[in-house]
């Protein structure tokens, strides 16, 4: 079982002027992602991936948390013969970003949500072709590298 686990955490401040008013937005943001690989008997391994972002701003605009979960598995089959690997990407759902502002006195009232993708799953199967070993580079000489001798031994 290998894991990979980052936590960032950070306080973003927007300091700024719109139409002639001070504009200041403060906003404490926390990202953590991870990921877990697990190595099974038979050749075969499961990863498990997930991030989560608590929201943070994106210019005048505060974005809502988000999320996505990931997962694959993998099996390589005997002989090299190959490798089949099934993905399923965001099974948490379709991921979204939510924008908003709120300053009614600004004249500024926005919301936001876009999607971007759907939930997915693939199946691939890879295969490697040709020789596994490679042969040694024979060393060439180039008609420069002649010329160079020459005017060095001189």
Known sequence: ??????????LQYLKGMYNGDALNITQP???FNSTQSFTLPKKF???LSGAYQSGGLFGIYTMASTKS??????KKLRNDAGTFLFNITDFS??????FSVDAPKKNLVVDNDVRFT????KLTYI??????TVKENR???TGSEEESKRVQSN
């Not at 079982?1 to 950070?10: A, C, D, E, K």
């Not at 979960?69 to 993998?74: D, I, K, P, R």
């Not at 759907?118 to 799953?121: G, I």
């Open 1 to 10: 079982w290998n894991m990979q686990n980052n936590l960032i955490g950070y």
């Open 29 to 31: 943001s926390l990202n």
């Open 45 to 47: 391994s499961i990863e």
């Open 69 to 74: 979960l990931n997962f694959g598995v993998q």
């Open 93 to 98: 759902g379709p991921p979204h970003l939510h």
């Open 118 to 121: 759907l939930t997915t799953f």
């Open 127 to 132: 295969k490697k072709f040709g020789s596994a």
């Open 139 to 141: 060393k060439r000489t």
